[in-house]
């Protein structure tokens, strides 16, 4: 305590004050004297032997003035003012090299502190509720494979009731969802996800509606009218206001329930839910084992921690396994924590990007210290002068780092403000349904973040002049001129060692991004089995309740596509549940006829919804038989269209045509085969074909009200849309419609390699240029150094040529060794890419010649210059200088 | 200086209190003398040491100082105990006090064996 007060009267010492300080000593030290003078008098000494007697009492007063001096203020921080107002002087009086060194800081800085930010908002933030750490997602762990999957209510049944470790455990699922809310001319209409839910949801998130209530148990029961909750942003969206959603009614795929709580701002769990409704309203949950159709959360015990709630269910799954084996043979519970699971897709992304940008930081510091390293060896015949005064070493050094302390806080400014565009820019690029995206920002974290990264950096391109000083052999220093002294072996090992780890690191990254950028190409080129251009779609959805409604329901679609098949410019008109990226159903199939007991383990197909004339519109080869026609209708013998990977898998070397085929999409009627058609990658460019079994919309009319409807122009497909949306009002106002185009869509599949690629090629080019400044600022420096051998070379019968040969060949020399380390960095490097690579090795030889030839030819470029100034050296003036 | 100024400095401070209690508010000549004279010839040391002692303890908040009279009317900057002074003189005291003794009792039997 007391420590504490004298050290903050001292820094008031240090903030002013010093120099009555001083004077109140000198008067002290005068009135000391004069007491003992007046006493020394009394005592009968002479005037003279009075005052040396007490003056020889007192001993050094200049002594003791420096020990109050120190005292009275805080002489390390004192210094440390002193070495940084000196600090910002000399870079002050040298702006060329400052604005160079602040730029290569504030870009390294700034592209760390912007992917760190996102890096905080995505990974490492946490959740909104109350003790997120405590809330985790349950799945059905596939023991074979290690998929992760949906989960079958009784199996959540069993999971809830025999389960210890959690206080609550909730069964939900979400689906996007046409959404009225109005009636009459205010109807508003819009696709909304929204999530049926049943009890302990709110309680396991923590959350509590802010705006009247949760759901009472009556109403999460079978045969209860139901009711909705709907997110704050929804509420102001419809009503203007949370208050007054209360009451109202909000239909949802058909059904009206009353809103009757709204939870607070930011809440959309899961995903982007803007409604929540009571799963009784859709019947009872589905019976079967089998039947994988939900999602499960459950909050943790306190002082439940993950590994016990998974060693937990482990066994709650294997007791099923024993119990059912029909259904849950290979079948066990993953726990994860609901944030992990959540980011799961794009934490080795982000990791990456941070590691690649981390790498340009390291580039960043090596061409700094070479910066300050030639200026320290400039600057020798200074510090030889300053230790030659008194100064010690450790002065030096200490003022030195603190140059480079300055450096970086001056990079940090500007590199914050480099990290708040670029932030911005990284959430623009990124894909859009990285979940919490949109919370990045800068906040005091990521100001740590940067300040933190400026300091290590200014240490660690500020340790090798400072270690270069420690060298300095004043002697020499002194006699010699500025130009010769200091060339010390260190400071040249030291700088070409540099360069050649910063070409090294420069090799890592751009294999790292030329096998990305190769991996994008490749998934560019895949042939998905569509032909994409040139379509326009529209994402629909026909509210209906029962068969009944949804038998009726699909005659939207009658009469929509002939409408639009009239409208200029269109080829054909469709419509499907399948487009690359986006299926809706996949299950078991059977061949011929059904099996006395259904076989989990059969083999799966994707089941697929489509309208006459889909596969002209998509662009999907018929290859045998006849596609779908007005006739397939739901009182028709049922129909069914298999694509060739199914053809080959169940028939191989017979004609399907003809054959039956059973799945369970909604009914397990037998469908006869009337047509094959080519394959599609149903799941994205990066996936294999699928089997797959198309049905006619008449004849499957509860999933045929969700329909894509796509057009096929021979315009540009953008302008279709406002015609379109008009036919589709005309036909039906409370069909709400998505629209976009199928490249858009397509382009999103690949919008997570796209932006690492993106990224990573940013910082490949950073790196590089950072590289290419070093190896020129190293040859410069040779050049300027060898002066005097190549002027004697010249006179000696060198042309002009040679020497150019000589310094390109020392410029090779650092490029050579540099490319070696690099290759063996990014050998190991690229192989933590393999799981982002497609259609590419990690050891592909051409991206590694495009590598050394980009690499070499950035080396030769920047050693250019230097070279050609070596050739103008004039061997007379060279010559003089020995 | 090293070590050794630290050991005059930590019992040094303890006798600037200890005077300053005994006699009141006190100039720094007037102390060092007191010192001087308290302890013999065994601590003749330069008075101008005293000084940074006086500083550090004014710092810690154990003194505060003002110029005034001296008696033959001289200008002359007074030192006085603060309460917090008074304190810490007991505490050190006490803790010096147990110090000596242990030592005492330490020492003692190497003295009669010898």
């Known amino acids: ?882 | 200086m090293g070590d050794k100024a630290d050991v005059w400095q930590g019992t040094l401070a303890l006798m600037v209190l200890k005077t300053l209690e005994m006699l009141g508010p006190l100039h720094g000549y007037g102390i060092a003398r007191r010192i001087e004279q308290t302890s013999g010839d065994l601590l003749s040391v330069n008075y101008g040491t005293l000084y940074p002692a006086l500083l550090k303890l004014e710092q810690e908040g154990y003194i505060d100082s003002e110029w005034g009279q001296s008696e033959n009317n001289r200008k002359a900057k007074y030192y006085r105990l603060t309460r917090a002074g008074r304190k810490q003189l007991a505490k050190e005291a006490k803790e010096w006090g147990q110090t000596t003794a242990i030592l005492a009792r330490f020492l003692s039997p190497g003295e009669e064996q010898s």
């Open chain 1, 1 to 882: 305590m007391r420590k504490l007060r004298a050290w903050f009267v001292r820094l008031g010492g240090f903030l002013g004050g010093k120099r009555r300080a001083s004077q109140d000593f000198a008067k002290e030290m005068e009135s000391h004297l004069q007491l003992h003078i007046d006493e020394n008098r009394r005592q009968g000494m002479s005037a003279e032997e009075a005052r040396r007697n007490a003056l020889m009492k007192l001993g050094g007063v200049a002594q003791t003035e420096e020990i109050l001096r120190d005292r009275r203020s805080l002489p390390a921080l004192e210094s440390f003012a002193q070495d940084f107002r000196f600090a910002l002087r000399m870079l002050l009086k040298n702006p060329g090299f400052t604005i160079t060194a602040v730029l290569i800081l504030a870009l390294g800085i700034g592209a760390n502190t912007a992917m760190f930010s996102v890096v905080r908002a995505v990974l490492l933030r946490p959740l909104a509720y109350s003790q997120p750490d405590r809330i985790v997602t349950l799945a059905s762990l596939w023991k074979r494979t290690g998929h992760k999957g949906q989960v079958s209510a009784p199996d959540f049944h069993d999971w809830h009731d025999q389960s210890t470790a959690f206080d609550h455990m909730a069964m939900y699922s979400n689906w996007d969802v046409p959404v009225t809310v109005g009636s009459g001319a205010s109807t508003i209409a819009e696709y909304v996800s929204a999530a049926p839910i049943a009890s302990e949801f709110f309680e396991t998130l923590g959350i509590e509606p802010f705006v009247g209530r949760k759901f009472t148990d009556d109403e999460l029961k079978v045969g209860s009218a139901g009711a909705a909750i709907v997110s704050d942003g929804f509420a102001i969206r419809s009503f203007s206001e949370p208050q007054l959603a209360l009451g109202k009614a909000v239909v949802v795929d058909g059904k009206s329930l009353e809103i009757v709580g709204v939870v607070p701002l930011g809440f959309h769990f899961p995903e982007k839910t803007d409604v929540w409704l009571t799963s009784s309203v859709f019947g009872e949950e589905t019976p079967s084992r089998g039947a994988h159709n939900y999602r499960v959360v459950g909050r943790l015990k306190e002082g439940v921690d993950l590994a016990e709630a998974q060693a937990q269910m482990t066994a709650i799954g294997a007791r099923l396994e024993e119990k059912y084996p029909d259904s849950n043979k290979t079948k066990s519970v993953a726990v994860a924590r609901l944030r992990d699971d959540m980011v799961s897709d794009y934490r080795l992304t982000l990791l990456l990007m941070l590691a690649a940008v981390g790498v340009v930081l390291v580039i960043a510091c090596a061409n700094l210290a070479n910066m300050l390293l030639a200026r320290a060896v400039g600057r020798t015949r200074e510090i030889a002068i300053r230790a030659a005064i008194g100064a010690g070493r450790g002065r030096i050094v200490r003022q030195l780092v603190t140059e480079s302390i300055a450096l970086a806080l001056v990079g940090a400014f500007f590199g914050l403000i480099l990290a708040y565009w670029g932030a911005k820019s990284l959430v623009a690029l990124a894909p859009p349904d990285v979940p919490r995206l949109s919370e990045t920002g800068i906040d005091g974290n990521v100001l740590l973040f940067a300040l933190g990264i400026s300091l290590v950096a200014s240490l660690v391109f500020g340790l090798a002049p400072a270690l270069q000083v420690l060298r300095v052999d004043l002697n020499s220093a002194l006699k010699q001129s500025v130009r010769r002294a200091g060339g010390g072996t260190l400071a040249d090992r030291l700088r070409r060692g540099l360069v050649v780890a910063e070409i090294a690191l420069s090799v890592i990254m751009v294999a790292s991004a030329g096998l990305l950028i190769k991996s994008l190409i490749a998934l560019q080129d895949v042939q998905l089995g569509i032909a994409p251009e040139h379509i326009v779609m529209a994402e629909t959805s026909v509210p209906s309740v029962s068969l009944d409604t949804a038998k009726r329901a699909v005659h939207y679609y009658t009469q929509l596509l002939p409408e639009l098949r009239a409208l200029p410019g269109v080829r054909y008109v469709g419509g499907t549940t399948m487009i690359p990226g986006h299926t809706s159903s996949n299950g078991s199939y059977y061949v011929d006829h059904l099996p006395a007991n259904f076989d989990i383990t059969s083999p799966n197909a994707i089941f697929t919804v489509v309208t006459p004339d889909a596969f002209a519109t998509m662009g999907i080869p018929l290859q045998r038989g006849r596609d779908f026609n007005d006739g397939d209708t739901y009182d028709a013998p049922f129909t069914a269209i298999i694509n060739e990977a199914l053809a080959r898998r169940a028939f191989p070397d017979q004609d399907p045509i003809g054959r039956s085929i059973f799945c369970g999409l909604d009914s397990m009627n037998a469908m006869k085969i009337v047509g094959v058609v080519g394959n599609v990658r149903q799941q994205g460019p990066a996936s294999e074909p699928e089997a797959e079994i198309y049905m006619p919309y008449l004849q499957h009319p509860q999933p045929g009200t969700n329909l894509r409807v796509v057009v096929r122009t021979s315009t540009e497909p953008g302008v279709m849309t406002a015609a379109m949306r008009e036919k589709m009002r005309a036909v039906s106002p409370d069909v709400p419609a998505k629209f976009s185009t199928m490249e858009q869509s397509l382009a999103e599949t690949v919008a997570t390699p796209r932006f690492r690629t993106l990224l990573l090629g940013i910082f490949a080019a950073l790196a590089v240029c950072l590289a290419l400044a070093g190896v020129y600022g190293v040859m410069s420096y040779v050049v300027g150094q060898r002066a005097n051998e190549i002027g004697l070379r010249m006179a000696l019968g060198a042309s002009p040529g040679e020497v150019l040969r000589l310094i390109l060949r020392q410029a090779l020399g650092l490029a050579g060794a540099g490319i070696v380390i690099g290759f063996l960095g990014a050998a190991a490097a690229t192989r933590l890419l393999t799981s982002m690579l497609f259609g590419v090795k990690p050891s592909d030889p051409l991206t590694y010649v495009a590598v050394v030839g980009i690499v070499l030819a950035a080396a030769l470029i920047a050693s250019y210059v230097p070279a050609r100034r070596a050739m103008r050296v004039d061997p007379m003036v060279a010559l003089r200088y020995e």
